[in-house]
């Protein structure tokens, strides 16, 4: 089965640092999105990007985050300040279309902790 | 906005028990329902998913779940669990949009 794979599977930063956390999609999938998990809460939705802009945001989602796809296969976000409130584990996923199943895949995750 | 209830926080259950989840959901529309998995240290993955067509889908691992319109629900079931079914379900709302909405999760753990 296609995989979504995420890079680093672990960070710990320092308050104030930028942390840019990797994904790398399925291939042929269009839709690209960041989740993330507070340690013992729910799944949350940040973004959603398609064709090469933000196509949705949460209200997590504020200035201090942004996503890029810099190349034809890569999918970052990045903090650019973290604060000790963005501990949390980060999901990326993608959706491929009706030929995929239309679900979205999820990588195994990216845990930042911010000390 | 949507939102998912998922109403038990926290089952135990013994081997060979039944397990039933509950999920609602608020979106009275047409809407795609996922329940997906996490087990301890891993990613989530797909358990199953409705988005037309017969009402109870059956997904991987024994699992099934039923979608009731009228109860705007989604429950997940499976007859006889198994220890290896420890871990945290979720159950999730797509409703047009691309975004999936995720309830709080489940967290089962089953005994030996």
């Known amino acids: 089965e296609p995989e979504v794979t995420q890079t680093p599977s672990h960070q710990v930063t320092q308050m104030g640092q930028e942390v840019i956390l990797r994904c790398v999609p399925i291939?042929?999938?269009?839709?690209f999105y960041w989740y993330r998990q507070i340690l013992g809460q729910k799944v949350e939705f940040l973004v959603s990007?398609?064709?090469?802009?933000?196509?949705?945001k949460s209200e997590i989602f504020d200035d201090q985050f942004s996503v890029e796809r810099p190349d034809g296969s890569n999918f970052t976000l990045k903090i650019r300040s973290t604060k000790l409130e963005d501990s949390a584990m980060y999901f990326c996923?993608?959706?491929?279309?009706?030929?995929?199943?239309?679900?979205?895949?999820f990588g195994e995750g990216s845990w930042l902790t911010v000390v | 906005a949507q939102s998912v209830s998922q109403h038990n926080h926290h089952v135990i259950l013994s081997e060979a028990a039944s397990l039933e989840l509950g999920c609602n959901y608020s979106?009275?529309?047409?809407?795609?329902l996922f329940w997906y998995v996490q087990y301890p240290g891993q990613h989530l993955q797909l358990l199953l998913k409705?988005?037309?067509?017969?009402?109870l889908v059956k997904g991987i691992k024994g699992f099934e779940a039923e979608f009731i319109k009228s109860k705007f629900s989604f429950n997940l079931r499976k007859p006889s669990v198994q220890w290896s079914d420890t871990a945290e379900y979720f159950c999730?709302?797509?409703?047009?949009?691309?975004?999936?909405?995720f309830g709080t999760g489940t967290q089962l753990k089953v005994e030996l």
């Open positions: 999730a709302v797509r409703e047009g949009g691309n975004k999936l909405t």
């Open positions: 409705y988005f037309s067509g017969d009402p």
């Open positions: 990007f398609y064709n090469n802009e933000i196509s949705e």
């Open positions: 291939s042929n999938h269009l839709y």
């Open positions: 996923a993608s959706l491929g279309g009706m030929n995929s199943g239309n679900t979205i895949y």
């Open positions: 979106y009275g529309g047409t809407v795609n």
